[in-house]
């Protein structure tokens, strides 16, 4: 049995180590030289927040204490208000629970090291997928010294939002997509360490809500923050002098120039990404050619849960091939039937939460719900959770965890009208005597 899988990223390497362990023959293609060597591309770094659901697939394979020891944990987010003190709101109810930065670079190199290391993997580089037959598994690939073909008995598509496994897909009509863009961009900027240590707090994640934008700040092992400005598509446009720059940030955000030195720099020359949710479907072909993590089903990033729903894809699989007896045919459309309703939950929950860190979290009325929600899960341990907690904190279904979530609303909202209601009769009795 050989298995090709496009992409060797985040996804396509994990899903290389899980592959190798039934004893498969598995080659991985990568449009990429190797990206163990060189450096990064400027301004595309977008540190990641590995939660519960990634280190339950590290720990599967083995990695979770070796690709970890350079993760920062992250146990709540540090409000930065135009003007004011800081404000910082824990993620769990205990104080106790993090979410864990870490180089989205050094993560896929200890992945992909892996994967080449495994037994009956190989690596292949500067390989771009340019054709794709996917009943009968024949690929053509563009090289630096001309196109090659290859042939595999499955062929997996974890080559992220923009794949080239589903363009093909698409080519072949077997396939539909939606991609829906928010109307946002972002761009990179970094907080250098200061005299060898941290700037700012490197036990948050550092938030600066501004209504329709925001800015938010990840720690680094080197003591430095990446910073990701999430604008309204165009604004970055609006801004192209030097002068205009540091007048912008000097009054909307005016703790951060003093801290980073370089701002007007990366302003000036980190490119703007773009943002969108991709809808597939169906995943999957002939019981032989699928899509996995981003390339089925990218999500905003405002949760955090990008590479976590990913690496959950890459468990799931493994458990369907385990169901199925190792037959792709049926492991394949299970996977699908499976992950299809968690994967949209989450994508609407990613939307739903960077509302959250634009809008509410500097408002009283969102600290009060906050203080009010981890008092009820202190009270009832078990019972009641929040959203966040299921998500990061726990490998709960996306879909269970939305439901759950609704249930409870819906129960505080009749205990809140119910509390009303007895309020009022008693004010009523009182004005009566």
């Given at each position: 049995m050989?298995?090709?899988i ?6 396509g390497?994990?899903?290389?180590c899980?592959l190798?362990?039934r ?6 293609y990568?449009?990429?030289p ?10 595309r770094?977008?540190n ?14 083995g990695?979770?204490d070796?690709v970890m ?6 146990k709540?987010r ?6 004011g003190p ?7 109810a205990?104080?106790?629970r993090?979410?864990?930065s ?5 993560l ?6 892996a ?8 690596v292949e ?9 996917s ?8 090289t630096?010294s ?9 062929v997996?598509?974890?080559?992220g939002?923009?794949?080239?496994v589903?363009?093909?897909?698409l ?8 991609v829906?863009f928010?109307?946002?961009?972002y ?7 200061a005299?060898?240590?941290f700037a700012?707090d490197p ?6 809500p501004?209504?329709t934008?925001m800015?938010i700040a ?9 910073c990701?400005?999430?604008w ?7 801004l ?6 540091e ?5 909307s955000?005016?703790?951060?120039l003093?801290?980073?030195?370089g701002?007007?720099?990366?302003y000036?020359?980190?490119p703007v990404?773009?943002l969108g ?11 032989r050619t699928?899509?996995?993590?981003d390339?089925?089903?990218a999500?905003v ?7 976590n ?9 493994d ?7 190792g ?6 459309p ?12 989450i ?5 739903g939460?960077?509302?959250e ?9 969102f600290?009060?719900t906050?203080?009010i929600?981890h008092?009820l899960e ?6 009641y ?6 998500v990061s904190?726990?490998?709960t279904?996306y ?5 759950r979530v609704?249930?409870q609303h819906?129960v505080?909202?009749?205990s809140?009208v ?5 309020l ?10």
């Amino acid at each position: 049995m050989k298995v090709a899988i496009v992409g060797a990223g985040l996804t396509g390497s994990l899903m290389a180590c899980f592959l190798a362990r039934r004893g498969l023959s598995v080659t991985l293609y990568e449009r990429r030289p190797d990206p163990r060597v060189g450096q990064a591309e400027r301004g595309r770094s977008i540190n990641l927040a590995i939660s519960e659901r990634g280190l339950d697939a590290l720990r599967r394979i083995g990695l979770v204490d070796q690709v970890m020891a350079d993760a920062l944990p992250m146990k709540g987010r540090m409000i930065h208000p135009v003007s004011g003190p800081l404000d910082f709101q824990a993620y769990s109810a205990g104080g106790n629970r993090a979410i864990n930065s870490i180089s989205r670079g050094a993560l896929n190199n200890a992945l992909l090291t892996a994967a080449s290391e495994a037994p009956g993997v190989s690596v292949e580089f500067e390989h771009r997928l340019v054709e794709l037959e996917s009943q009968a598994g024949r690929m053509v690939f563009a090289t630096p010294s001309g196109k090659v073909s290859a042939e595999a008995d499955v062929v997996l598509g974890a080559d992220g939002a923009g794949s080239a496994v589903r363009e093909q897909l698409l080519a072949e009509g077997i396939v539909a997509e939606d991609v829906d863009f928010l109307d946002y961009g972002y761009k990179e900027l970094s907080i250098p360490a200061a005299d060898g240590e941290f700037a700012l707090d490197p036990g948050a994640l550092h938030i600066w809500p501004r209504g329709t934008s925001m800015m938010i700040a990840l720690p680094n092992p080197d003591r430095s923050f990446t910073c990701t400005l999430f604008w309204p598509a165009g604004s970055f446009d609006a801004l192209t002098s030097e002068v205009d720059i540091e007048d912008h940030f000097r009054t909307s955000y005016p703790d951060l120039l003093p801290l980073a030195p370089g701002l007007v720099d990366d302003y000036l020359h980190n490119p703007v990404g773009v943002l969108g949710t991709v809808h597939t479907l169906p995943w999957q072909a002939h019981g032989r050619t699928a899509l996995i993590g981003d390339a089925a089903h990218a999500i905003v990033p405002f949760y955090g849960q990008g590479a976590n729903c990913a690496f959950e894809d890459v468990v799931e699989l493994d458990r369907c091939l385990d169901d199925t007896a190792g037959s792709w045919a049926r492991a394949l459309p299970l996977f699908e039937a499976r992950r299809r309703e968690n994967t949209e939950a989450i994508a609407e929950m990613a939307l739903g939460n960077f509302v959250e860190m634009r809008d509410k979290v500097a408002s009283p009325v969102f600290r009060l719900t906050k203080r009010i929600e981890h008092a009820l899960e202190r009270l009832l341990p078990g019972t009641y959770a929040s959203r966040y907690e299921l998500v990061s904190f726990s490998t709960t279904p996306y879909a269970e965890v939305r439901d759950r979530v609704h249930r409870q609303h819906q129960v505080l909202g009749l205990s809140a009208v119910a509390a009303a209601g007895v309020l009022l009769g008693i004010a009523r009795r009182r004005r009566r005597r």
